[in-house]
């Protein structure tokens, strides 16, 4: 059940990284079967410090260092899973997950038809992804199509730290597998107001970041902020745009999407994985099956290339930027 805070509480104005490493603290606390486990995530509080100090805090049976193996830690994950546990597996970079993807395939989506729901595998997997920070090779991949294409396994993505600790807390909470995404852009490239006690963000439920009349665009992660500005920078030029944040990427938000499409008339979908078989193809497609009467224009996409992710060089060239989201925004309202 969702929690959402209207009446005045108290909050600290925190990095989305700091958001995550809260609300794995919030759980830990309230519940004695969670834990943690991962490759340097106890005693180095991992590589980008999401799991900083809760070790020390909660122990070395709660907070677990394991071996470089990422099917091994989603195999132990599951056997943990279904006999009471829930644990929250981090894996380093979101390029490393490819290794455990026959454990999350074969394993973790199934087990609950498998056994005609007598055993659930209530997971999460934590994998921060996303180019945009200069890391080497296989560290930066957005591969979630991947995984919204795997029947039995949530996806969400936090764009700010309140969406962040709200996720998070839910997805532990849900009795079935989620993979948890997180924008390593995103990690401390702003700070927001979020609540220091327990809340929840409804899975499956997208947000409307703005309101507008004229064109809707479309995004998720570190898309987000960036979408914005843009959105914020046309507005001057008199276009109206609204911006959706899915927040899940499965099940995704069919019904936030619609009215936003019906309402404009017009769509712009943004996701910085490569084009071919990327997320944005099955949301022109919701569109297209929800929407298509209202449409004047056709849809436009703006992604990443049908490339891996380049070296630092060519990092800021493979990313969507405000050029090219302007380029699809006049080219709907000028259609």
Same mark, same amino acid.
């Given at each position: 059940?969702?929690?959402?805070?209207?009446?005045?509480?108290?909050? %600290?104005?925190?990095?989305?990284?700091?958001?995550?490493?809260?609300?794995?603290?919030?759980?830990? $606390?309230?519940?004695?079967?969670?834990?943690?486990?991962? $490759?340097?995530?106890?005693?180095?509080?991992?590589?980008?410090?999401?799991?900083?100090?809760?070790?020390?805090?909660?122990?070395?049976?709660?907070?677990?260092?394991?071996?470089? &193996?990422? &099917?091994?830690?989603?195999?132990?994950?599951?056997?943990?899973?279904?006999?009471?546990?829930?644990? *929250?597996?981090?894996?380093?970079?979101?390029?490393?997950?490819?290794?455990?993807?026959?454990?999350?395939?074969?394993?973790?989506?199934?087990?609950?038809?498998?056994?005609?729901?007598?055993?659930?595998?209530?997971?999460?997997?934590?994998?921060?992804?996303?180019?945009?920070?200069?890391?080497?090779?296989?560290?930066?991949?957005?591969?979630?199509?991947?995984?919204?294409?795997?029947?039995?396994?949530?996806?969400?993505?936090?764009?700010?730290?309140?969406?962040?600790? =709200?996720?998070? *807390?839910?997805?532990?909470?849900?009795?079935?597998?989620?993979?948890?995404?997180?924008?390593?852009?995103?990690?401390?490239?702003?700070?927001?107001?979020?609540?220091?006690?327990?809340?929840?963000? $409804?899975? =499956? %439920?997208?947000?409307?970041?703005?309101?507008?009349?004229?064109?809707?665009?479309?995004?998720?992660?570190?898309?987000?902020?960036?979408?914005?500005?843009?959105?914020?920078?046309?507005?001057?030029?008199?276009?109206?745009?609204?911006?959706?944040?899915?927040?899940?990427?499965?099940? *995704?938000?069919?019904?936030?999407?619609?009215?936003?499409?019906?309402?404009? =008339?017009?769509?712009?979908?943004?996701?910085?994985?490569?084009?071919?078989?990327?997320? =944005?193809?099955?949301?022109?497609?919701?569109?297209?099956?929800?929407?298509?009467?209202?449409?004047?224009?056709?849809? $436009?996409?703006?992604?990443?290339?049908?490339?891996?992710?380049?070296?630092?060089?060519?990092?800021?060239?493979?990313?969507?930027?405000?050029?090219?989201?302007?380029?699809?925004?006049? %080219?709907?309202?000028?259609?």
């Amino acid at each position: 059940m969702t929690t959402e805070y209207t009446e005045r509480i108290a909050t %600290k104005n925190i990095t989305m990284i700091q958001a995550i490493n809260d609300g794995m603290r919030t759980v830990l $606390e309230r519940d004695p079967t969670t834990l943690i486990l991962g $490759e340097d995530v106890g005693k180095n509080g991992g590589v980008f410090r999401a799991t900083d100090g809760l070790q020390e805090e909660f122990g070395e049976d709660r907070v677990i260092d394991t071996p470089l &193996s990422e &099917s091994g830690i989603i195999g132990t994950s599951v056997g943990l899973a279904v006999n009471g546990l829930k644990p *929250i597996a981090e894996i380093q970079f979101m390029g490393f997950i490819y290794p455990a993807y026959d454990q999350i395939m074969t394993h973790v989506s199934r087990i609950r038809m498998r056994t005609m729901g007598r055993y659930s595998v209530p997971l999460v997997i934590r994998a921060p992804f996303g180019a945009g920070v200069r890391a080497p090779e296989i560290h930066s991949d957005s591969a979630e199509s991947l995984f919204t294409h795997m029947p039995g396994i949530k996806v969400v993505c936090p764009a700010t730290p309140y969406d962040a600790k =709200g996720l998070l *807390i839910a997805a532990i909470e849900d009795p079935d597998p989620v993979l948890y995404m997180e924008p390593m852009h995103s990690y401390r490239s702003f700070r927001e107001e979020v609540p220091t006690d327990y809340y929840t963000v $409804e899975i =499956g %439920k997208g947000k409307k970041r703005i309101e507008g009349n004229d064109v809707t665009l479309i995004t998720w992660g570190a898309m987000v902020p960036l979408v914005e500005k843009v959105a914020n920078q046309v507005k001057g030029r008199g276009i109206d745009c609204e911006v959706i944040d899915l927040r899940t990427l499965y099940p *995704i938000d069919e019904g936030l999407i619609a009215e936003s499409v019906q309402k404009t =008339g017009r769509a712009v979908v943004i996701h910085e994985a490569p084009k071919t078989g990327g997320l =944005g193809s099955d949301i022109v497609s919701i569109i297209n099956d929800t929407s298509f009467l209202y449409l004047k224009a056709p849809i $436009e996409r703006v992604s990443g290339f049908d490339v891996p992710v380049p070296f630092s060089s060519l990092e800021n060239h493979y990313l969507p930027t405000p050029e090219r989201i302007n380029r699809a925004i006049e %080219k709907v309202i000028d259609f």
